[in-house]
């Protein structure tokens, strides 16, 4: 961000006129399907990203992850840009920005326009090939998405584990809040290499089978890969008929373990109360992390109660695409934004029967429904908790 | 900024030497991070045996939270979630990245460790000084190739400005092997403060961070 230098600038800081921020484009790139549409197409027939993979070279013994495939990869970045010049986690970032900047007309070069990039590992599994490649630093790579796009301003990284993507909106959205931008484009990305699959599986948090989240026999995530991206304006006669609001978000911290969340939900509930003070009204669906794992579903269905939100139809998408960590903010945003829009609420795939302490009401079957809101929420290694609400204007 | 804020205090750990408030905390002639960090734990007088287990990030960025906030008393003043921590560096957790790849680089010496794993996200720093203050406030950790005071200045400024927090623990904690650098600022409500280093500002955030 530069700083302000300008008189009207001063001036805008120093009123700080109240502006809200709308949600103006979209798009999720999943092994379903290389837009949003053709996403929630996939999803709506029932089918999921997740299979089970023999591939030696990630790892010794087979796995269940939801990977894109890198040939269909290759070739969708093919038709604009040259291949040759980009990593694998750099194709998939530009072609999920390029789709949603191609709904839209603003202005990339003009100063008024933030990008935020979000991502757990970026490009680690250069790791393996090439230890000394420069692009194993976070700001390399975003600064190659961000001259291929010519964005005006530096890049801003955020990478906060598992709450990243969350964090990539509330922080877009507060800076042109604050009035430092009109505009921001927010993308989150990660893929899956060894590194990242040893590493779970080093904790023991991999399913043996589909990821079931908040189900009886849950035993673990699938690990998925993903990019979404977002792009918030200030600017409401952008956004057509229905006008949805990012409004504000909080991170929070449960101060307890740094790889196993607080058995109260403390951070999560704190960063709930703190939506539901700032805009009390009554929520209509909570779009969970719900990972799969023994203590996060647990945690959540714990800090939702608390909440008092234990009625509140609740689902995860982690059982269509797996957990895509610094992408899954964004992406599960982008479909709780699809369903207030389309009036439609997604099941929980994977789940059958209820395996958590508090019974939360989780979506067990997609069914058209009008909906004013969303709740999106988070939890990471870390001890990190996020959570942002959208809604109709 | 609507609310006047003033830096009050900061701690700058760099070249083997830690300075607290301008003053010289700690020196050592080793080159080797770890000793230099075993060295200033024992000069701080503490006891907290989860330091022993930590990266080399998390134990850089813990010891300057230390001796920044040791003659503080925060809880007296604030509750835990009205305290934030924003944290920034250049290489992520890429050290200890490194660290975990050779765990795996082998098929036949294959030893993926989840005591070494969980330190390969940079905001796992940010969680061991939320554990050891009892911190539950806003937490972000940004990535940028240099410290930057402006970015630093106008991202706290809204969070005070919001009343999101009321006190916030921010800077730089950036280590690559042996060469490490972290820079931490104590930043309060002017109102609620006696004491202060200098105005919350880009320029004196600046100047603290390049003052040897």
């Known amino acids: 961000m530069e700083e302000k230098t300008g008189f009207y600038d001063r001036l805008n800081q120093i009123i700080s006129f109240v502006r809200d921020v709308y949600i103006f484009a979209d798009s999720i790139i999943t092994p379903l399907g290389f837009t949003t549409e053709d996403n929630t197409e996939a999803m709506l027939a029932g089918r999921s990203g997740i299979r089970l993979i023999e591939d030696e070279k990630m790892s010794p013994v087979p796995f269940y992850a939801s990977l894109i495939d890198s040939q269909l990869l290759h070739n969708r970045f093919s038709s604009f840009g040259d291949p040759k010049k980009y990593t694998r986690f ?45 692009r194993l630093y976070l700001w390399n790579t975003a600064n190659m998405v961000q001259r291929y796009f010519n964005f005006r301003n530096q890049p801003v990284i955020i990478s906060d ?12 959205a507060r800076m042109i809040r604050a009035g430092f931008f009109d505009n921001a484009v927010i993308n989150g990305t990660d893929i899956i290499s060894e590194f990242v699959l040893s590493g779970f599986n080093s904790f023991q948090s991999l399913s043996k089978g589909l990821c079931r989240p908040f189900d009886k026999t849950r035993d673990g995530l699938s690990l998925g890969e993903g990019s979404g991206t977002i792009i918030l304006t200030a600017d409401p006669s952008l956004c057509g008929k229905i006008r949805i609001e990012a409004g504000e978000g909080f991170s929070t911290n449960d101060a307890n373990h740094i790889s196993g969340p607080s058995r109260t939900g403390e951070g999560l509930f704190l960063a709930i109360s703190r939506i539901l003070k700032k805009t009390p009204i009554a929520i209509d669906f909570i779009s969970a992390h719900g990972t799969a794992t023994s203590y996060n579903d647990e945690m959540e269905s714990i800090a939702i109660t608390r909440a008092g939100l234990q009625n509140v139809p609740v689902n995860s998408f982690k059982g269509y695409w797996g957990h895509t960590l610094g992408a899954s903010g964004v992406i599960e945003s982008i ?55 959208f809604r109709k204007k | 900024m609507k609310e006047s804020c003033t830096i009050t205090s900061y701690c700058t750990i760099r070249d083997n030497i830690a300075i607290h408030d301008g003053r010289l905390l700690f020196e050592s002639k080793t080159k080797n991070f770890n000793e230099f960090a075993s060295g200033l734990y024992r000069h701080s007088g503490i006891s907290y045996p989860k330091f022993h287990k930590m990266d080399n990030l998390c134990k850089l960025g813990f010891l300057a939270a230390e001796i920044l906030l040791k003659e503080k008393n925060l809880s007296y003043k604030y509750a835990g979630d009205e305290i934030g921590i924003i944290l920034m560096n250049s290489s992520s957790s890429l050290d200890t990245d490194r660290n975990y790849q050779k765990t795996i680089s082998n098929r036949t010496d294959y030893f993926p460790s989840p005591a070494v794993f969980v330190y390969t996200l940079p905001n796992v720093v940010i969680g061991e000084i939320c554990i050891r203050h009892k911190i539950f406030g806003e937490g972000n950790f940004f990535i940028t190739e240099k410290f930057n005071p402006s970015f630093v200045f106008n991202y706290i400024s809204q969070l005070f400005d919001n009343d999101f927090v009321e006190c916030c623990i921010t800077g730089w904690v950036e280590i690559s092997g042996n060469n490490f650098e972290s820079v931490l600022f104590l930043i309060e409500k002017t109102g609620k403060t006696e004491t202060g280093i200098a105005n919350f500002e880009p320029s004196e955030i600046e100047s603290i961070y390049n003052r040897k």
């Open chain 1, 90 to 134: 750099e194709k998939l970032a530009i072609c999920s920005i390029k789709d949603a900047l191609s709904k839209t007309d603003i202005d990339l070069s003009d100063s008024r326009t933030l990008f935020i990039l979000s991502t757990t590992k970026g490009n680690v599994d250069l790791l393996e090939t090439d230890p000394g490649d420069e």
């Open chain 1, 161 to 172: 584990a598992c709450i990243s993507g969350v964090q990539a909106i509330i922080t877009g």
């Open chain 1, 335 to 389: 479909m709780g934004i699809y369903s207030i829009r389309n009036s439609i609420l997604f099941n929980t795939a994977g789940f059958s029967e209820p395996g958590v302490s508090n019974p939360i009401n989780i979506i067990t079957r997609s069914e058209s429904r009008e909906i004013g809101n969303c709740l999106k929420i988070a939890s990471g290694f870390g001890g990190c908790n996020a959570a942002i609400l």
